[in-house]
């Protein structure tokens, strides 16, 4: 038995403010973000100094 409820389309207000919500979890601001971004500059600096000083 299917319990998922059914809506029709979002209006531009509702679209609008879950894009909002979307943005302030998963935007680079956000924790997610943020830990990518830390992330990717560490992974940048080791291949720069395994570029310059080697293994």
Do not use: D, H
């Not at 531009?12 to 680079?28: R, S």
């Not at 560490?42 to 080697?54: E, H, K, T």
């Amino acid at each position: 038995m299917n319990q998922t409820p059914t809506r029709g389309p979002l209006t531009p207000a509702e679209e609008f403010k879950y894009a909002k919500l979307a943005m302030e979890w998963y935007g680079w601001g956000s924790p997610i973000g943020l830990g990518i971004a830390l992330v990717a500059v560490a992974a940048a600096a080791l291949l720069f100094r395994i570029a310059i000083f080697g293994l």
